[in-house]
């Protein structure tokens, strides 16, 4: 079974500009998660979405938004970059089957740097 | 709202000896999940070992193993015969028994294990 794929890996913008990130969960996977990396802040939660719906959202300002397609794949959208928003940005997926494994897989990440 | 704390930002350990990892956490909910994550030089997010609070039994997984007290909020991740693989960022995360999937992360700690 293919892992959690993330497009593309690495991207470099400047400031003011916007940037969309995808991610393709596992096969057969229906919620897909974002996480924020930085050094300074550590791995905080965007957002989750599943079957199409955010069904959850960190404390993320406007500007980060998502949507996840009907087959699962999902992106995430940042507008008007600040050089805060440099960071590691990873997806997970899971099934989320209820009363089943809700185990999180991740993918490898995109490396945005804002300039 | 939930917080996890992993007092140790860096650690050392011979190869073949052990060593544990701690974290706390905080959280009025009765029922939930927790997990150490593994962080490889590659980036790539690795589930390690998972408890849910209601089980009583403290989760191994092969060299792996985890001292849950949950009247403490404790969550200690033990690496028994440390190999040169072992090296990484450990993260420690909560999660919900709500379905919904979001994690909360504590800010890691950097394992180097030594030949």
């Known amino acids: 079974k293919a892992g959690v794929t993330q497009t593309p890996r690495y991207l470099i913008k400047t400031r003011g500009q916007q940037v969309t990130l995808s991610c393709s969960p596992i096969?057969?996977?229906?919620?897909v998660s974002w996480y924020q990396q930085t050094p300074g802040q550590g791995l905080q939660f965007l957002f989750e979405y599943f079957s199409e719906t955010q069904r959850n959202k960190g404390n993320f300002p406007g500007r980060f938004s998502g949507r996840q397609f009907s087959n699962s794949r999902s992106e995430m959208n940042v507008s008007t970059l600040e050089l805060g928003d440099s960071a590691l940005y990873l997806c997970?997926?899971?099934?989320?089957?209820?009363?089943?494994?809700?185990?999180?897989?991740f993918g490898p990440g995109t490396r945005l740097t804002v300039l | 709202a939930q917080t996890v704390t992993q007092s140790q930002p860096e650690m050392s350990v011979q190869e073949a000896e052990t060593v544990t990892l701690s974290c706390t956490y905080d959280?009025?909910?009765?029922?939930?999940?927790l997990f150490w994550y593994k962080q490889p030089p590659s980036r790539q997010m690795i589930l390690v070992i998972r408890?849910?609070?209601?089980?009583?039994q403290n989760a191994t997984e092969n060299r792996f193993s985890v001292n849950f007290q949950k009247a403490a909020k404790s969550f200690s991740l033990k690496i028994s015969d440390s190999q040169l693989g072992d090296t990484a960022m450990y993260f420690c995360a909560f999660m919900k028994h709500s379905g919904a999937n979001n994690l909360f992360f504590g800010t890691g700690t950097r394992l180097t294990v030594i030949p």
């Open positions: 096969s057969g996977h229906r919620s």
């Open positions: 997970a997926s899971s099934s989320n089957l209820a009363g089943v494994d809700n185990e999180q897989f």
């Open positions: 959280t009025s909910e009765n029922n939930y999940y």
């Open positions: 408890q849910e609070a209601y089980k009583q």
